[in-house]
């Protein structure tokens, strides 16, 4: 073995053994237990429970639909975002103050936002004021919704940010000098250049909110019902670790599924251009 290739593993080797007992373990572990029952025998049943009941199916549309709706509504919020910081002179700043949020834990935002939603929080305090009463905003679907989509805001506007800062200047000069609107120009040159970040923000999204749950007891109340509130339920209260494994297991493959999909479309997408 040569000193440079020693070199190469010395440096690589932390991070395949990170890669074996954080990812590839925990994986091999939940996929062997989702085939355990309560017997500690292995049997088909978890996955026989899963596909025949209408409950789990609910569950499964529900997070599918959640994730969704989070995920539009941070793409609608970001993309806009991204591209007014992208355009400020000290960027930099403006995005590290959208980044900050994401460094303080997340039960403490939660927390915060209980206090902001609840009967005596500033929100209701501002729709007294305006004459509109006092409203339930806590314990909502759209409460969580919103909750959500703020927490994962800042996932979204990074890629998308990134991929705006990496379009060549001239690119732009270019499409304006030849006679386009800017509206032409950010619909024929900047939007499809940025669409690998938007892909990136997409599977950043989406993909964590497939399995949140506790969002779902502090703000949505047990009102909003989803696969990572099923698999804690199954965890920590019924201890059917088999069952709530075989939902784990339904839920690495719904996200392989939506990476699958963006990187696919993102490399039809190449195929398209080398043709």
């Given amino acids: 073995m040569t000193k440079h290739n020693f070199g190469r593993l010395f440096f690589t080797l932390p991070y395949y053994l990170w890669l074996l007992l954080f990812v590839i373990a925990p994986l091999v572990l939940i996929f062997y237990q989702s085939f355990l029952g309560l017997d500690g025998h292995l049997t088909v ?25 989070i995920t539009a509504i941070t793409l609608m919020i ?37 206090g902001i939603l609840s009967q005596s929080g500033p929100l209701n305090a501002l729709t007294k004021a305006l004459g509109l009463g006092s409203h339930q ?8 919704v919103i909750v959500a989509a703020y927490i994962e805001l800042p996932f979204m506007v990074l890629p998308i940010y990134n991929a705006i800062v990496g379009i060549r200047p001239s690119l732009i000069n270019a499409s304006l000098d030849l006679g386009a609107s800017r509206v032409q120009t950010f619909w024929r040159v900047i939007f499809p250049l940025t669409k690998g970040g938007v892909e990136a923000g997409i599977q950043a999204v989406f993909i964590p909110a497939l399995s949140l749950f506790m969002i779902t007891r502090l703000i949505g109340g047990n009102r909003v019902i989803t696969l990572g509130t099923a698999i804690e339920e199954h965890f920590l209260t019924t201890q059917n670790w088999g069952l709530g494994s075989t939902i784990g297991v339904v839920l690495v493959v719904a996200m392989l599924i939506v990476m699958l999909l963006t990187d696919g479309a993102n490399a039809v997408k190449k195929g398209g251009k080398r043709g």
Avoid at 45 to 69: C, D, E, G, I, P
Avoid at 137 to 144: H, P, Q
């Fill in 45 to 69: 049943q978890n996955y026989l429970t899963y596909a025949r009941s209408a409950t789990y199916l609910k569950m499964t549309l529900n997070s599918v639909w959640y994730a969704f709706l």
């Fill in 78 to 114: 970001a993309y806009p975002l991204a591209y007014l910081i992208a355009q400020l002179k000290r960027r930099d700043f403006w995005l590290a103050l959208m980044i900050l949020p994401t460094w303080i834990n997340l039960l403490l935002k939660t927390y915060a936002f209980i």
């Fill in 137 to 144: 905003l806590l314990f909502t679907d759209a409460a969580f």
